[in-house]
């Protein structure tokens, strides 16, 4: 099954974006136009069910979007290569490129692109993207330079539209390596969710002596699990399912299947799941899970993953990974953190509810980054932390992944 990507942006851009990429096994891109970059989140809130990811066009659409992404995402980078191929056209039209107002780009990009073309930057002006800047304020950046005959390098359509009959205008458009590298980054994460969601998954239900594999509560949670029931060696209920069946069973592990049934005949249940590359480590971690489950009184269900990682969620429903309401011990007890961590990561998110990184998290916390990361994993299985793409950098190595806290 293919994966399907939506790709985000002008019309004049997205077609050759697509055709770039067209050719990528597994993937199938879908163009979503905009005539206005303000459009794009009314877009993907609106299809976001009909993709698994999203390609954007450029940065610019991506910041304003990336508080509305519910899928992997990331965007095509505008490089220092990309404003040499604009230099060039600019020099083979016979413009001065010793005086160019430039918009999106990063002061060091620019810097390095101009000295590598061998171009003066004294006189250069650089209107750096911060989130929050609208269109009309780089517009107006680039008009006061009208009067001194400057040459505009715009990465957005609405203002390279708003300007180009008033002066020397060019609109950066992403190279295809750039698109490429975008495009199999976005399909490597896809790959790994999917990869994920076919781990193997067992649960053992611990309850009374008259719960049986033909009572309907474990029928329907079967059923909801896309699972196999079967008894286990040590007389627990098994359920034999996969990440991805659980996971929508259980509404992203916002509720507790076949327990929250039991729990309307006032029974007390157990359930553990584990889940892992084969049916011995899943049902290794079920174990540990089921244990986990049973030192709580009221009913339980725990999953063990991996690496020693165990989330907890009871008969109730938990309130939505994403209201902002929800109580920090039941994120707590959810994610296997500390009241006080979750607690001190809700104020920060909502003083500052924009993506971060796993160093904002680690400066925040007053942690190693190796703490923070394990954090910030926790919180993503919980679903109180979701990847909503790359942090751009100036500095060597690879961007910092960006995620939207849910808390």
């Not at 049902?283 to 540990?288: K, S, V």
């Amino acid at each position: 099954m293919k994966a399907v990507i939506g790709v985000v942006g002008p019309l004049d851009l997205i077609t050759p974006v697509i055709s770039a990429v067209s050719e990528l096994p597994g993937t199938k891109f879908v163009p979503y136009p905009y005539t206005h970059e303000s459009g794009a989140p009314d877009i993907i809130t609106a299809a976001a069910a009909e993709v698994d990811g999203w390609l954007f066009t450029g940065l610019i659409p991506y910041f304003i979007s990336r508080e509305h992404l519910t899928r992997p995402a990331t965007y095509a980078e505008y490089s220092g290569s990309t404003l040499l191929t604009a230099l060039i056209q600019l020099l083979r039209a016979g413009h001065d490129v010793t005086r160019l107002s430039i918009d999106s780009l990063s002061g060091h990009s620019v810097a390095e692109a101009l000295r590598e073309a061998d171009v003066p930057t004294s006189t250069t002006r650089v209107l750096e993207y911060k989130p929050g800047v609208t269109s009309d304020e780089i517009i107006r950046f680039h008009r006061e330079a009208k009067s001194e005959s400057y040459v505009v390098i715009t990465c957005i359509s609405s203002v390279y539209e708003a300007l180009r009959d008033e002066m020397t205008c060019i609109r950066l458009a992403p190279s295809l390596d750039a698109v490429r590298i975008a495009a199999n980054e976005l399909l490597l994460v896809l790959t790994n969710q999917v990869n994920e969601d076919s781990h193997v998954v067992i649960g053992l239900l611990s309850a009374g002596p008259q719960l049986s594999l033909d009572h309907p509560a474990v029928m329907a949670g079967a059923a909801a699990l896309s699972g196999v029931l079967a008894t286990a060696a040590t007389g627990e209920i098994l359920l034999v399912t996969n990440r991805a069946g659980l996971h929508r069973a259980s509404r992203n592990l916002t509720t507790a299947p076949i327990i929250d049934q039991l729990a309307q005949e006032d029974q007390v249940a157990h359930i553990g799941f584990g889940t892992g590359n084969s049916a011995i480590e899943a049902e290794r971690l079920a174990y540990h899970a089921l244990a986990r489950a049973k030192a709580h009184e009221q009913s339980t269900a725990v999953v063990s993953y991996r690496h020693e990682m165990d989330l907890t969620f009871g008969t109730r429903p938990i309130p939505d990974a994403d209201a902002s309401d929800a109580g920090a011990g039941v994120a707590a007890a959810r994610a296997g953190l500390s009241v006080s961590n979750i607690q001190r990561l809700q104020r920060f998110s909502r003083a500052a509810p924009g993506p971060c990184t796993t160093r904002d998290i680690a400066e925040h916390l007053d942690v190693q980054m190796r703490t923070a990361r394990r954090i910030v994993h926790r919180l993503e299985l919980a679903g109180y932390a979701v990847r909503t793409g790359k942090q751009p950098t100036e500095a060597a190595g690879r961007p910092l992944t960006l995620y939207q806290l849910r808390l």
